[in-house]
């Protein structure tokens, strides 16, 4: 990382976003199309687990902001660990939602652990997880879920696993919220109407522009983000663009759809 | 250099790390403190995401210029080379770095800045982000000034870390993200009580900040409580979750 000043201008004519998630995302959509159907939360958990080189991942769907409902696992192990977090009300799922920050539980045998899930992690290793990664499935105050990796051999991500799995994450993110009430199943994709997950998502407009539209539309922030979204792809706009509008007050939309735009 | 306003800078971060303090909050007093110690315009924070961006956590103004401004260094600036050398980056005149970051020298000096500074964020071998200073006269910032505002970007780099709890790598990692889904949530909330009562994003985050402190509540339990509060009424109901925290020696606070 270090080196003379002046060394990272040539770096920094690429820009840092676009390539990291597109990336990432065209390996979920490669996933998807080898196996001949629309973009799933299944081709985000395979994509997670051989990008991490794990042996296993899981997406549990949250209510009142804790996990509550197993959407997916790849594997009996995967299904196991998350079921076990669900029966014993602890574990890095519940921790990852209560925090909004990820668990990056290298060795399950630190004990720091032990003594913070005390009942998850015996099980766990007795399962043979020896490390687990856990990552919130969040906007901001949305909570949608959780999403979790193991390993059978304990050992911290590199850097850019754990960019990798931030992205696949914020893919994951998008399809439960925009899916309603996220338990319409397995493999629905319809949350990202079959396009990648809009790559400059972290922005402060699209977060103040779901804010405001809470207000204007009476719904949930979850919601509000979900219009936000949807009204962009209806447009064919960028997700940034749109909710710039909503911030500069040119644009307001109706709880009715038909009503929406103008000032 | 106004030297009380220097010591109790130090004394206010010093005294709001003692307690269970909000990471934002914390990083906007250091913007804020930057701007009126260090004859810059503006400041902010960008912090360095592992999904490959820099990512904004605090800036001592919400003008969409200024804000747009740290969000093109995702592309080029100083801030990201900063970011990827550790070393900090001195811009005395923008004007001359036009071919070097045309997009970032052009709309930075159309917004009436003409100097630009990046200091590093280091933790160890470990470059977590950069405190980025604008100012509105060209020519280098003093280097009193610059030795001063490292000094607050290394103690907002232990504060974002809560540094003396950092044992292992991988937390460092958990506390950048934790920090910048608040930097989230309090966006929320900004845009929620903005369209509420028909004010500006400053204005909605000043109320915001000044009920989090006027009732010892960390901004982003406010922030978050208030996103999800049903009926929109402000101040926010308490959750159960947030509930209430004894925060002493924050008199000097601003």
Redo the contacts between chains.
Sequence with gaps: MRGVPGEGAAAAQAPMTDSRAVAVWSRVAAHAAGHGRPVSLADVCAVAVTSALADGAWLAAARSGEPDFLMYATDLTGEQLAELQLTLGEGPCHDVLASAAPVLAADLDDEDYGGRWAGFTAEARRLGAAAVFAFPLVVGAIRAGAMGLYRGEAGPLTDGQLGDLLILADAATVMLLGTGNGFDGVDDGAGLDGQAPDLALHRAEIDQATGMLSVQLGVPAAEAFARLRAYAYSQDRRLADVAGDVVARQLRLHRDPGQDGGP | MDTDLLSDTFVDLADTMVDDFDVIDFLHLLTDRSVALLAASAAGVLLA????????AAASS?A?EL?ELF?LQ????PC??????????AVPDLTATVQ??PRFAGAAVSSGFRTVQALPMRLR?Q?IGALNLFGAEPGPFDPMDLRIGQALADVATIGLLHARNVR???TV???L??A?????????????????LGID?DGAFKLLRDHARNSNQLLTDV??DF??S?T?DFPPQRSR?SGQRPRPGRGGLS
């Design positions: 995401d592992p999904r490959g961006e820099l990512r904004v919400d969409v804000v969000q995702n592309d080029q600036g990201l080379d900063c970011f990827h050398t550790g070393q900090a980056v070097r970051w071998d470059v292992r790598s991988e990692a958990e506390q993200q934790a910048l889904n608040s930097r989230v949530t309090i966006e929320q909330a900004k845009g929620k009580l903005a369209e509420r994003m922030a978050r996103v999800n049903r929109g979750r």
